[in-house]
């Protein structure tokens, strides 16, 4: 493991350890937590958690559900294990690749056991040019070609009937979220994410329900910044966990 720094996240309330170099927990990670409807007793799962800052972010509102993490990075997983005992939150941690089966009936990730998954997918696939060198950020944002699909599909199985995903993804990739889930879920909300008021999204929020034939719906979008090129009110108080996405 490199270098590992001390962060705050929510204006102090969650601690969180994480790699100095690499990829590290950001506007996206508060966005997806922001946009959690978890509730006392829910079975939240965190997929690709890394260290953990969407899970834990979560909990720093919501301290009776109960949170599991899912990351195939050992190191990764450990730095977890740490957030969860710093932030004093119980919770299961899954050391298993996502889209191997023998590895999630090894780590005993099962199917159909979740209320609430949670998922920023890597954004990359083998062949796209923009892979990073750096050996931790390409490991965290690149999936196999054709990976997005299968990811998408094994996180609706973990979904109970009526169970719900959130996830975060490249706007540009939102055909591909929609034909994914669209066939097994309903109630699909979708909030585009905007830099600028003045330029095109660069995320999506989005959400359905396992099993649900409720239509399709656009959320109001977030922006992120003023003319001055800083977070605008709204995105201070997302970052400070004094704002919530949920619809």
């Not at 309330?13 to 790699?19: A, D, E, G």
């Not at 992120?224 to 619809?247: I, W, Y």
């Amino acid at each position: 493991m490199s270098e590992i720094t001390e962060d705050c996240l929510l204006g102090g309330r969650v601690t969180l350890i994480q790699p100095a170099k690499g990829h590290r927990a950001g506007t996206d990670a508060v966005l997806l937590a922001a946009s959690a409807p978890a509730k006392a007793g829910d079975r939240v799962l965190d997929v690709g958690a890394a260290t953990g800052a969407v899970g834990l972010m979560v909990a720093a509102r919501e301290k009776e559900m109960r949170l599991g993490f899912v990351e195939r990075d050992v190191d990764l997983a450990e730095l977890c294990r740490r957030n969860c005992r710093a932030n004093g939150v119980e919770a299961d941690i899954f050391v298993a690749d996502l889209l191997d089966k023998k590895s999630r009936h090894a780590a005993a990730l099962n199917p159909e056991t979740a209320d609430l998954v949670l998922t920023n997918p890597p954004f990359l696939e083998e062949g796209q040019a923009r892979i990073s060198p750096d050996r931790g950020r390409a490991a965290a944002h690149a999936l196999p070609a054709g990976g997005l699909e299968a990811w998408l599909k094994i996180c609706l199985s973990l979904l109970k009937p009526r169970g719900k995903l959130v996830l975060i993804h490249r706007a540009d990739r939102l055909a591909d979220c929609v034909a994914v889930v669209g066939k097994s879920m309903g109630g699909i909300a979708i909030r585009f994410v905007h830099p600028a008021i003045d330029q095109p999204a660069i995320r999506i929020l989005l959400s359905g329900v396992k099993g649900s034939r409720a239509p399709l719906r656009i959320l109001p979008p977030v922006v992120l910044h003023g003319p001055d090129g800083r977070f605008n009110s709204d995105a201070e108080a997302l970052h400070r966990g004094e704002a919530l996405l949920v619809d």
